[in-house]
């Protein structure tokens, strides 16, 4: 057959492409004469678009019957000998960032305040002997201070010292922890708590050389407030808009009162509803006693404690709860930072990065700088340590996969290729053949480590052939790798190959039928 009855080149030594695919067909326009009977029968076609040169017999198993009598066969090439490389064009924009290389975790501190229901700060405090009355005071005001703030604090007045105690707030000093400090506030050997600023007579210890260990607790603090539910002076004269009034004013009194959100009254017109919104350690106690028409207008029939979110039904009433209140009760809880650790497992977005810029940026928590060297400058948090995978450690040119805080350099060059030093080109074709201590069907391998350039091309004059693995051939599948056997993936680009045989292609070829035809 020759060029025009296929559409594609065929050459003497080399076979570039074919434009059929392995999913087209080719029409047959008449079924001509027969032959044989049977798994023999064969029918002598003429081909659809092709003129009777191109007449030729197909196996009639290899064709089933349509009911319009049009036939499709679909073609393939029969070859025999052996096939290389002899040409490769491959862009540089493979994906140096994949999922092999993009993992990361970082360990870091994290501070957090955390709030208790007492908080017990320890001090110890060394007085230094020889020491005059004001530096003693003074050191003690300081380790105080350093460890809770200035709650508690001790001041000179003439023979006296005033021991500061702010609410909530206790001092505790033991007989066996601290002697000489109740000796210095002229108290005796014995445990004592202080819980309200006092004066003491001063008298200065002896032996001032040894440390005193004292204690300072802070408690909750309950600050309680009386809210009323109407305003001052206000005449309710408006009876159908009373209500919403009513509830306006509450949360201004609340405003007005200095704690203003810490509750909220909203009125719903739609369904005649309030919502009343409490925030946290806040409470809001009701009583009958002294909210009789306000509880009654939230639907409430006993003293009640509010705290969250509750919905009450509205009543309405016939006159405004003048001088009604109810309380509000704001616990101030101790707080205290508590360090932890937290890990976080990061991943770099898949794809290509053409500068260590562009791949810097993409990292959380860590500071990367790149030297004239080619090596990578990497910083991380004193606090912190960071865990790499093993393809992106090499990426960076680290040895090791875990670093502690502080400033590393790495151990060898940054390599943006990916680790990507060669391609390794593969075929469906030809028959695997020792790679190494594996068996593969390996065309070439392709060294792209010294090339620059946007556009690798490599020629190659003479080609390494290998044996066939099939002489029919229909669809050649190529398939580029890295050397740790993971597919390249490129963003941009085209990849094309020419394959080369060492011996010519058999000019008969064989139909192999793959849809059925219709009478």
Not at 103 to 125: C, F, G, L, M
Not at 159 to 187: C, F, G, Q, S, W
Not at 399 to 408: A, E
Not at 416 to 424: A, F, H, M, N, Q
């Amino acid at each position: 057959m020759k060029a025009e009855a296929i559409k594609g080149r065929f050459y003497a030594e080399e076979l570039q492409k074919i434009s059929k695919r392995s999913d087209d067909y080719w029409h047959v326009e008449k079924v001509l004469k027969t032959k044989g009977s049977g798994r023999k029968k064969e029918y002598y076609v003429k081909w659809k678009g092709f003129d009777n040169r191109f007449n030729s017999w197909v196996k009639a198993a290899w064709m089933k019957q349509h009911s319009e009598r049009n036939y499709l066969v679909q073609l393939y090439c029969q070859v025999r000998g052996k096939f290389g490389l002899s040409e490769i064009f491959v862009p540089r924009t493979w994906f140096n960032i994949g999922n092999h290389n993009n993992k990361y975790s970082i360990t870091y501190e994290e501070t957090k305040i955390v709030e208790k229901d007492y908080v017990e700060h320890e001090i110890r405090v060394k007085i230094e002997e020889g020491t005059s009355d004001k530096e003693i005071i003074d050191t003690i005001n300081q380790s105080i201070e350093e460890k809770c703030g200035h709650f508690v604090s001790f001041a000179l007045d003439q023979k006296n010292i005033i021991v500061y105690i702010a609410p909530n707030y206790e001092l505790h000093l033991t007989a066996v922890d601290a002697p000489r400090l109740l000796t210095m506030l002229h108290l005796p050997r014995e445990d004592r708590i202080i819980k309200h600023s006092e004066s003491f007579v001063f008298r200065k210890p002896s032996k001032t050389n040894k440390d005193n260990l004292l204690k300072i607790i802070a408690r909750n603090l309950k600050r309680l407030y009386i809210i009323r539910a109407t305003r001052f002076n206000h005449k309710y004269t408006d009876l159908d808009n009373m209500h919403h009034e009513i509830f306006q004013h509450t949360n201004f009194n609340l405003m007005q009162t200095g704690i203003g959100g810490a509750a909220d009254f909203i009125f719903d017109f739609t369904e005649n509803k309030v919502q009343i919104t409490v925030q946290k350690n806040v409470e809001l106690e009701f009583r009958l006693l002294y909210a009789p028409l306000l509880m009654r207008m939230l639907s409430m029939t006993k003293d009640v404690i509010l705290t969250g979110k509750t919905l009450h039904v509205l009543q309405k009433v016939e006159r405004p709860p003048l001088n009604e209140h109810f309380r509000v009760s704001i616990t101030d809880k101790p707080t205290v930072p508590v360090k932890e650790k937290k890990t976080e497992n990061l991943e770099l977005e898949v794809g290509f990065y053409k500068t260590s810029e562009q791949l810097f940026r993409s990292f959380k928590h860590l500071a990367f700088n790149h030297l004239a060297n080619n090596k990578v400058k990497m910083h991380i948090p004193d606090t912190s340590s960071v865990t790499f995978q093993d393809g992106l450690k090499d990426l960076l040119g680290f040895k090791n996969s875990t670093f502690y805080g502080g400033t590393h350099i790495s151990d060898y060059q940054l390599e943006l290729d990916g680790g990507i030093t060669e391609i390794y080109v593969y075929s469906d074709i030809i028959e695997s053949h020792f790679v190494g201590d594996t068996i593969a069907p390996l065309l070439r391998i392709i060294p792209v480590m010294s090339t620059k350039e946007d556009q690798i091309v490599i020629n190659y004059q003479r080609p390494l052939y290998f044996p066939l693995h099939k002489n029919y051939i229909d669809c050649i599948e190529i398939e580029l790798k890295s050397s740790s056997g993971d597919g390249i993936i490129f963003t941009s680009g085209k990849s094309l190959l020419v394959l080369s045989f060492r011996r010519r292609t058999v000019k008969n070829f064989n139909y192999c039928c793959a849809e059925s035809f219709r009478f």
